[in-house]
């Protein structure tokens, strides 16, 4: 199967600032309009986090990462459950709240996507990390760890197989001398 992580969640990253947008902007402006449009961003959002946090989770069980990236990979994924977490909250305030008192609580959903967008911009950064740092889910940085591993493999073999440094000095230093018979 192949990875859709990394196309699927650009949606939910994007969508999320906008949201946060409209939402500055309707408050800033009064204007209804871009409040309910961050609205309905958001419940987009929402489902876009739902399939991203599912393919990223697909991922990590099917796509390669080295050791290196492996602490990066559980923040991440820590990440991804915070902000699903968090705008699924947002969606149901925002469904629950609508236009009804929206004069009293307009700037919670604000505050509620500006903080989903830090959490799932660093979270964002993190996944850039891992693929441009590390080379997780790179083909070919799979293949070169596995030719890395090999040839460390092969190297410790010598290593068992080749006399010490201590033999070696020994063997140097008998060389050296001459022997009279």
């Avoid at 990394?6 to 402006?29: E, K, N, Q, R, T």
Wanted: hydrophobic content about 50%; glycine content about 10%.
């Amino acid at each position: 199967m192949p990875n859709l992580h990394p196309v699927i969640v650009h949606f939910p990253i994007a969508l999320i600032i906008v949201a946060a947008a409209c939402d500055l902007i309707g408050i800033l402006s009064s204007r209804r309009s871009f409040i309910q449009a961050a609205n309905i961003i958001s419940v987009f959002a929402g489902i876009g986090a739902i399939f991203a946090v599912l393919t990223g989770w697909l991922a990590e069980e099917s796509v390669w990462h080295p050791e290196a990236a492996h602490e990066i990979l559980e923040t991440h994924e820590l990440l991804g459950f915070v902000f699903l977490g968090v705008i699924l909250v947002m969606v149901i305030f925002r469904l629950a709240v609508r236009e009804r008192i929206y004069d009293r609580f307009r700037w919670i959903g604000f505050f509620m996507a500006l903080i989903g967008s830090a959490i799932v911009g660093y979270g964002g950064y993190l996944g850039g990390e891992m693929v441009f740092a590390h080379g997780a889910g790179v083909r070919e940085a799979e293949v070169m760890t596995a030719k890395a591993d090999s040839l460390q493999g092969e190297l410790e073999k010598l290593k068992g197989e080749a006399p010490s440094e201590q033999e070696q000095g020994m063997e140097q230093e008998h060389g050296e001398h001459e022997h009279q018979h």
